[in-house]
């Protein structure tokens, strides 16, 4: 990796995951050339975005739902290895069919607007959030290979890299191990523990069910009660998932996961962990202590570990020196666009945080992007 110092392009997107290589794609049919008007920088050792990170007992074949990138299928996987290779896999040649070049190892620690820079839009007192629409002047993107100062920006990064971890009291006392999903290395280091897994979405089932074949115990603790979802995910519940999300993000509220408004899906695996009792679940515990966790009627139960299936947060901080936030927490996106700053687009964020969405989502950014560069009015 070589630093350079500051270089001029159009568009810099960040994060190489099904967002950003969706951005790239549309990116190149729209005619800019990587490395001349684009680059795409991604701090992950390898393609395959945050699938590369995910535990090798998430075998292809427990994958629901998983869309392939725009212009070439993903086409007979085997269902029993893990998606970490398969998809990682099937990246790595989309990056080489495409001739999408990413940057890797490199790490986004920040992006500013260059006011200093010609064409910068004047804010009324620099440290005040902006009002709304930000569009002219460059953006800067510091890197670990050096600064690119961009005209649009598309910001792809996910949220593996913000694990979220409740906080309850006593739980710096808790003795046993303590782990999130992000970090969780599959079942067999389990075997003969006591386990807590916190969580009621798809992550934290699917550990309970492969934990539960070789631990001593283990006991679901959920915030609300699950909902099981009997048959297909239809196309219209789908997008009133989607809607749901959408409308948080409009008003600038931190977005939910759409899978954690859709439901669990109920197949033949969850019907027997069911029936067996794994996923029977307790009301979350009042607090910690050193040998397990404590529910305020006076409940208690003995544990070894707790697992925190507890999800994720869009990984922004980066954007922070920009102030996009609103208010309420999260940044206000129309379509793709920040409301704040029409040059940046979140792909991958709140509502297109699923393969799908974030398919269309990076189709999306590049039509605006195309229009911001050729000057048309948002
Ligand atoms: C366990 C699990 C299972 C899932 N299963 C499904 C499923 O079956 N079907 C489905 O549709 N969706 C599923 N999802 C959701 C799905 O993974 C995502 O919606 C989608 O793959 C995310 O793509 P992305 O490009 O937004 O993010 P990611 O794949 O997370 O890619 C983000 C990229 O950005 C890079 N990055 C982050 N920060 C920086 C930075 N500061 N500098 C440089 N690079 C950075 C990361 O290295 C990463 O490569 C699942 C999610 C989880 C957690």
């Known amino acids: 990796m070589n630093n350079f110092g500051t270089r001029e392009l159009d568009v810099v997107v960040i994060g190489a995951g099904q967002a950003g290589l969706s951005a790239a794609y549309h990116l190149r049919r729209s005619g800019l050339e990587p490395d001349r008007d684009f680059v795409v920088l991604d701090h992950a050792p390898r393609p395959g975005g945050a699938w590369q990170f995910r535990w090798p007992s998430l075998t292809y074949g427990k994958v629901h739902g998983m869309h392939s990138l725009p212009g070439m299928e993903l086409t007979g996987a085997d269902g029993s290895r893990p998606s970490s290779e398969v998809i990682g896999a099937y990246f790595e040649a989309y990056e080489r069919r495409f001739d999408l070049r990413v940057h890797r190892p490199v790490e986004v620690k ?7 820079g010609s064409g910068a839009v ?10 709304a629409g930000r569009r002219g002047g460059r953006l800067l993107v510091e890197s670990s290979e050096g600064t690119y100062a ?3 920006l598309i910001n792809a990064t996910g949220t593996w890299d913000r694990p979220f971890w409740p906080l309850y009291p006593g739980q710096e006392t808790f003795r046993g191990r303590q782990l999130h999903t992000a970090g ?9 523990l006591r386990v807590v897994v916190v969580g009621g979405g798809a992550s934290g089932t699917q550990h309970l ?9 283990t006991y679901w603790v959920t915030r609300r009660p699950p909902v099981f979802r009997e048959g297909p995910f239809g196309e219209d519940q789908g997008r009133a998932a989607v809607a749901m999300v959408e409308e948080r993000v409009r008003q600038g509220l931190p977005p ?3 899978v954690s408004v859709t439901g669990l899906p109920l197949n033949d ?3 027997r962990a069911r029936e067996a009792g794994v996923l029977d679940r307790l009301p979350m515990f009042e607090r910690i202590t050193p040998d397990g966790v404590a529910w305020a009627d006076g409940r208690t139960v003995e544990a070894d570990v707790i697992l925190w299936a507890t999800g994720f947060r869009a990984a922004v901080d980066h954007l922070a020196p920009l102030k996009l936030r609103e208010p309420g ?6 379509d793709t666009r920040a409301v704040r700053d029409e040059r940046v687009h979140l792909v991958g964020y709140g509502p297109s945080a699923s393969t799908i969405g974030a398919n269309r989502a990076g189709r999306a950014a590049v039509r605006s992007v195309d229009r911001l560069l050729s000057g048309v009015p948002a």
């Open 110 to 116: 920040a992006v500013r607007d260059d006011e200093g």
């Open 269 to 271: 695996a969850v019907r």
């Open 150 to 152: 961009t005209r649009a």
């Open 122 to 131: 004047p804010k009324p007192g620099s440290d005040a959030a902006p009002e």
């Open 209 to 217: 069910m492969e934990i539960a074949e070789v631990a001593a115990g």
């Open 184 to 192: 969780y290395p599959g079942p067999a280091e389990f075997a003969g």
């Open 329 to 334: 927490g999260g940044i206000r996106v129309e």
């Open 256 to 258: 939910q996961s759409v």
